[in-house]
């Protein structure tokens, strides 16, 4: 008996010290955390986190830091994360996050309704130069937060060869959902898949752009899932897929549109930019061109895809960061991007220079003016996943009750 | 402590009684081990506990003050609401329920299979093939997922030997249906195309009846392969040891008593192996309900949810969506299925008859 009161009482001890000590260190982080962070002048020492595509795009983006560092008098540390959106988390999680840092498109809206980004935008020279549709993807409540640092869109891909076999030629190049469907049945007789088409919104999406609907209203305020217009696309997902004419690149036996495309298990495939690389890296002997995407019943639709130059409201160096950022973004800087690994510069200043280095890519440049960025609300993240399991599942489930469900569940996310 | 007490009376201050000192000695030696059980074990839970009572958004610390308190939303919201996060967590509880249903008497039952074969006395080449047996076990779980992702592949090894016996075979990690609707449609006894409205009108928690009914996907199947095949390598050596404890004399008595092959196994060995058995049982249970790593590795969560488990779900919530609140839940009520299903085991395990028992012996 004895024994175990001596025991429970030193258990109590231990437990009661454990808690203490954690007791103070959360009392250290509520000075933190009630006090806006110190902000420092002078020279800075600038973390940096990336979500890098390669080894390309690492070694453009330390040598642009490391132009800017030496310009400034500040230090500028690149570092290429592993798992951007996990490091980050962990990183804000422990109030130690990096003064500047990639902010997928997608995600924005996580992160700037918990207050972790410094709305720094406007105050960038030429923030009216930035795309509109890429300004409005990296606005929440009102405000600009962050400068896009590029963009990519989507287009239709085709494997000339494989096109020209089957006797078709340029004109046949389909630049209406009717077309598209007429030259893949040409394309299916021929005994070849027509179309790679990934099966999550961020490819599906289109369609429902181009058929003048989307998930959410612009604002990102409210759930327009379950429209006529987006039933209309799906309708004609689900044709395409029943009828064989398009696959997902899982049935192609590939882990995306551009692999099932390279390895030329289907004629066409509706990818971004980075399909270049990709290509070139892996399919080298692929020829192929790019055409803007097939206008729908409301005309032409694309998605683009970008990320930011977040800058941490914890950071202690902000001016620094936004003066980091403004370097970052120049029509020169973003060319010199560019060139390096494949991407397609924010400015709209810049469109000429690009179009000149690159005229294949003019169908890609063109989406910018008709493109509609990722669901732009926090909390998206599970139900557009849910989506995704939905559309995976097209083929032999209801267009209609598949939207029924998104809507619920957006607004449900909305509140 | 003889040594001790001729010490005592010379010693001036406050006497300790030799049981109070041996107590105090005794708490010295396991000290270390409790701090650092407590800082690296105990204090962690202890905080996760805290998290998925609140609504932490993962800015800065759990434990500031502005941290919105949310009381047992996070877990009621998993049972009683009808959204997203019942819906995927329901989906992920039926995956796993079917994963460990299969999987827990697959691989203890190969497992002994497995140790009887190696323990035989005529067996040639007996430490070859316990090498072989347990060779996976002791390969990384990544590598042989990743092996098992070529294997299955649409043009893999498994599809073209399928293919050889004429058969075309399904193509493996983008398979979505249940095995148990795939059956159901096979006798005629159902159309999966077109379930009864009986079955599809509602169910419990969120999901209905013919939901419920889905039996693991295709997909799911390759993980149940994989880790069948790479768990009872292991349980093989419990078992192994097991039998190689039970003295050959019994064995001899029995042959000698006229006992058969199968009536010897049935009647001595396996009620010799109990306790083994228990063990195996429990850490297949416990192992299968947290699996992980294979499915971040293959599948995550795909082809349509069917491969998402609780654990896994747990992670994506937290780190993938920010609500840390809610995937810490997740994975309390996870702990709390399996201290649950561990104890209704224990309880179907225990000794029927333990009067008897004594009285034998």
Excluded at chain 1, 95 to 124: C, H, I, Q, T
Excluded at chain 1, 384 to 396: E, H, N, P
């Amino acid at each position: 008996m004895k024994n175990r009161t001596v025991r429970t009482a030193a258990l109590g001890a231990a437990c009661a010290a454990l808690l203490a000590s954690a007791a103070c260190g959360s009392g250290f982080d509520d000075d933190k955390a009630a006090a806006p962070a110190q902000q420092s002048s002078g020279p800075a020492e600038l973390q940096i986190l990336i979500g890098s595509s390669g080894d390309a795009e690492t070694t453009a983006v330390k040598d642009a830091a490391a132009a800017w560092a030496q310009k400034s008098g500040s230090k500028a540390t690149v570092t290429p994360a592993q798992d951007l959106a996990q490091q980050l988390g962990q990183a804000f999680a422990g109030d130690n996050p990096p003064d500047v840092f990639y902010v997928d498109a997608s995600r924005f809206a996580d992160y700037a309704s918990v207050g972790a980004l410094e709305p720094y935008a406007d105050k960038l020279s030429g923030a009216s130069d930035f795309y509109p549709s890429l300004r409005t993807t990296f606005t929440y409540d009102g405000k600009f937060y962050c400068a896009p640092k590029d963009f990519s869109t989507l287009a239709l891909v085709i494997n000339d060869d494989l096109w020209a076999k089957a006797g078709l030629g340029e004109g046949d190049v389909p630049t209406t959902w009717d077309q598209l469907k007429a030259v893949s049945e040409k394309l299916k007789a021929k005994g070849v898949t027509p179309l790679a088409i990934g099966d999550t919104r961020d490819r599906v999406g289109a369609f429902l752009v181009q058929a003048g609907g989307w998930i959410t209203s612009p604002d990102g305020k409210q759930a327009t899932a379950d429209t006529p217009e987006n039933l209309k696309a799906l309708q004609y997902v689900q044709s395409l897929l029943k009828d064989k004419l398009a696959q997902f690149p899982s049935q192609l036996d590939a882990g995306w549109g551009g692999e099932a495309f390279g390895k030329g298990k289907a004629v066409m495939t509706i990818e971004g930019n980075w399909i270049k690389g990709a290509l070139k890296a892996d399919f080298p002997d692929v020829k192929y061109s790019v055409h803007e995407l097939p206008a729908g019943p409301k005309g032409k639709g694309t998605l683009s895809f970008t990320n930011c130059w977040g800058i941490s409201s914890k950071s202690k160096y902000k001016q620094q960061a936004i003066d980091f950022v403004e370097a970052m973004t120049t029509v020169d800087q973003q060319m010199a991007f560019a060139k390096a690994f494949g991407v397609m510069p924010s400015r709209q200043s810049a469109k000429d220079a690009y179009t000149k280095e690159f005229p294949a890519d003019g169908p890609f440049v063109n989406g910018a003016d008709y493109a509609q960025g990722p669901v732009n609300a926090p909390k998206m993240d599970s139900v557009l996943a849910d989506f995704d399991t939905g559309i995976q599942k097209l083929t032999s489930s209801d267009p209609k009750a598949l939207l029924e469900r998104l809507q619920k569940n957006t607004q449900a996310a909305l509140g | 402590m003889a040594d001790t007490a001729p010490a005592r009376a010379t010693r001036p201050g406050p006497r300790l009684s030799a049981a109070v000192r041996e107590n105090i000695a005794g708490w010295l030696f396991v000290a270390p081990v409790v701090v650092i059980l407590g800082l690296f074990m105990l204090l962690p839970i202890l905080m996760a506990m805290w998290v998925s009572l609140t609504d932490w958004n993962g800015q800065g610390s759990p434990f500031r003050s502005g941290v919105p308190f949310v009381g047992t939303e996070n877990y009621t919201r998993l049972f009683t609401e009808d959204g997203l996060a019942r819906q995927d967590f329901m989906t992920s509880v039926r995956n796993n329920f079917y994963y460990v249903a299969i999987v827990v008497p697959a691989q203890t039952v190969l497992a002994l299979g497995l140790a009887l074969i190696v323990n035989a006395r005529m067996l040639k080449g007996k430490t070859f093939f316990r090498a072989a047996f347990f060779f996976p076990s002791v390969t990384s779980s990544v590598a042989i997922s990743v092996v098992f992702l070529f294997i299955f592949a649409n043009s893999g090894a498994v599809t073209s030997l399928l293919k050889l016996f004429g058969i075309d075979g399904p193509q493996w990690f983008s398979d979505s249906r249940g095995v148990l609707h795939l059956l159901l449609g096979g006798l005629g006894l159902v159309d999966p195309a077109d379930p009864p409205a009986a079955l599809t009108d509602g169910g419990p928690f969120g999901l209905s009846w013919w939901e419920w009914l889905s039996g693991p996907s295709v997909a799911m199947c390759t993980i149940i392969m994989l880790v069948v095949w790479t768990t009872s390598g292991t349980f093989m050596l419990m078992f192994l040891a097991a039998l190689q404890d039970i003295p050959v004399t019994l064995e001899e008595a029995g042959m000698l008593d006229g006992a058969g092959r199968w009536q010897r196994f049935r009647h001595i060995t396996l009620p010799l192996l109990k306790p083994t058995l228990f063990l195996v049982l429990t850490l297949g249970l416990i192992a299968t309900w947290q699996v992980f790593d294979q499915v971040y590795v293959m599948s995550q969560g795909n082809p349509a949810k069917t491969t998402l488990t609780p654990a896994f779900l747990s992670y994506q919530t937290a780190f993938r969506s920010f609500e840390y609140g809610s995937g810490t839940a997740i994975s309390f009520v996870l702990f709390a299925i399996i201290v649950v299903l561990a104890l209704v085991q224990r309880w179907i395990m225990r000794d029927r008859d333990p009067a008897r028992r004594t009285r034998r012996s």
